[in-house]
């Protein structure tokens, strides 16, 4: 039983190893996996551009040509790169196939496709359009971006391939950046004339105190004076009267007057049905009088305090409007009885 447990245990061993040993080979660089896998990468990519995918079988071309770059597989990444308009890498490969060395066992096809690749960098790089930047003598020292990459500065001034498009071209000097953005159509040429905004303009110099100069000056005689027009006189507007302390005394003393007419009013109404029931006849027998005289007493307070308390109200609120008026003519008012009620008497 120990005897077979080691061999399991040993074949075990042998297939792990296995599985770990062939990627191991393959990624260290064995040229028969890496040509394997090229070809398998190169026919998923075409397949891949035939169905549309054309941003996938781009990986999978750059994926194939980095583990076998032959001059076939070269061409074809060129032709993918020239239809995603990335006509300045597409054009680096093309003419780089002719410098790749030749192989002993190249077939047909890569000697057709180094031929093709002469003919097509020459009709790609005559698409590639082309910039030339530079900078105003005033903005010299200034640092220059190409689509926020710095530029070296011996670019400045040649012609700078680019993929047609949409570019952004910006000069930075300290905090102020001026920016350009040009659109690059195939085969163009486009200068590029770049200018840092003017710094801001120093504060003035304060003022200084100047000396007077002495002068001699001659003096004319004195020219009779003109006449003097009279000034109009504007009449002074009539004094605005203040607000006489009656009017707020008539306010108070009415309100307090008329709140106690009603309060009396009050209780003399409910003592009303107690002196009915206790009186018959109009007679009210002695342990009724005590609350009678209150009735009549509350009666009489409230007859009095309720047109008193009225009438003062009525007299400061005529007061009150009365002493509004701007005019300063006299104001004159009296109360007076008249044995039904008070009245106001007065000239305004």
Request: hydrophobic content about 45%; glycine content about 6%; charged content about 20%.
């Amino acid at each position: 039983m120990r005897s077979n447990d080691r061999i399991r245990w040993a074949w075990c061993f042998l297939f792990v190893a296995s599985l770990v040993a062939a990627p191991a080979r393959v990624y260290a660089g064995d040229p028969a996996a890496d040509r394997d896998e090229a070809k398998r990468l190169y026919v998923e990519a075409k397949r891949l551009r035939t169905q549309g995918k054309r941003a996938e079988a781009l990986e999978r071309f750059r994926q194939a040509h980095e583990l076998a770059p032959t001059p076939v597989l070269r061409l074809e990444l060129a032709r993918m790169l020239e239809g995603e308009a990335k006509l300045v890498e597409a054009h680096r490969l093309l003419a780089s196939i002719e410098e790749m060395p030749v192989s002993p066992t190249e077939t047909q096809k890569g000697k057709d496709a180094r031929a093709e690749a002469r003919t097509l960098a020459a009709s790609v790089g005559a698409r590639i359009p082309k910039v030339t930047i530079s900078v105003a003598p005033s903005s010299q020292g200034a640092q220059v971006l190409l689509d926020g990459a710095p530029l070296p500065s011996d670019t400045l001034g040649a012609e700078i391939p680019l993929d047609p498009g949409e570019h952004r071209v910006s000069l930075v000097r300290g905090d102020v950046t001026a920016e350009k953005t040009i659109t690059l159509a195939e085969g163009e040429r486009v200068p590029v004339e770049l200018r840092a905004p003017d710094p801001a303009p120093p504060p003035a110099p304060a003022p200084s105190a100047s000396v007077p100069v002495p002068t001699t000056t001659t003096t004319a005689p004195a020219a009779a004076p003109l006449p003097l027009a009279p000034r109009p006189t504007l009449a002074e507007p009539a004094p605005r009267r203040a607000l006489t302390p009656w009017v707020p005394v008539s306010f108070a003393a009415g309100g307090l007057a008329l709140a106690a007419g009603l309060v009396t009013g009050g209780l003399a109404m409910s003592q009303v049905d107690r002196l009915e029931r206790g009186c018959p006849s109009n007679a009210c027998p002695p342990p009724y009088h005590d609350l009678l005289a209150a009735h009549q007493a509350l009666t009489t307070t409230s007859s009095v305090t309720i047109p008193v308390g009225a009438a003062l109200l009525v007299a400061g609120a005529v007061t009150w409007v009365v002493t509004k008026n701007r005019s300063a003519s006299p104001v004159t008012a009296t109360l007076r009885w008249t044995g039904a009620g008070l009245a106001v008497d007065g000239a305004w």
